[in-house]
């Protein structure tokens, strides 16, 4: 009886040993930057939650500025490609972002998209019309010039960029990317940030 309830324990034990040791509790335990600094803004990751398959990095940055990172685990390699809104190549106006790279201009509902292909990655640009600080081609060059200057994950299969010319506290701007089975986001209130704590992933 006794070593029955000693080999119950160990097998209790045993399990709830490897469940902790899934757990996320820290940074240092996902691809997550600990900080990353873009554009004035400096984000420093503040809390982790989730486990090894599953979790989630808030950010808490200069000017009242936030992102999260997640990690999402699906069945299947097809699956976690379709969470990936990868825009392709699209038709319309363009306009040079520099000597290598060109954009497709189109706008709808008082926006203008930029929209261009970075090898498997798709990059969108969003400015508002009634932005007086900067016009949608400048807002692109910005955005590209970042991306040139530092990588983005060299691992991913696929993956996709949308932000915006002006901050957002709903976490608008976003970068998206897949991983075999796994997709990973990085969300937050304003673009180069957001972009940089992507660039900073360790994947």
């Known amino acids: 009886m006794t070593a029955a309830l000693a080999v119950l324990t160990l097998g209790s034990g045993t399990i709830l040993q490897i ?14 930057p600990t900080t990353a600094t873009a554009a004035g803004t400096k984000l420093t990751a503040t809390r982790a939650s989730g486990n090894q398959q599953n979790y989630r990095v808030a950010y808490t940055g200069t000017r009242d500025q936030s992102a999260t990172f997640q990690k999402k685990t699906y069945g299947s ?5 379709s969470q990936v809104a990868n825009v392709g190549h699209t038709n319309g106006a363009t306009v ?4 290598a790279t060109t954009a497709v201009v189109q706008g709808t509902m008082g926006h203008t998209y930029v929209h261009w292909n970075k090898g498997d990655w798709s990059v969108t640009a969003v400015t508002n019309n009634a932005d007086t600080t900067g016009t949608p081609a400048q807002f692109a060059k910005q955005v590209n010039r970042q991306l040139t200057r530092a990588s983005l994950p060299s691992q991913a299969k696929t993956g996709a960029i949308t932000v915006y010319s002006q901050d957002d506290d709903d976490q608008t701007n976003s970068v998206t990317w897949q991983q075999g089975k796994q997709v990973y986001q990085v969300s937050g209130t304003t673009a180069a940030a957001t972009v940089k704590v992507a660039q900073n992933a360790d994947n």
């Open 77 to 81: 390699t097809s699956t976690a490609a």
């Open 19 to 32: 469940h902790a040791a899934n757990d996320v509790s820290s940074v240092g335990q996902t691809a997550a």
């Open 96 to 99: 040079k972002l520099n000597s």
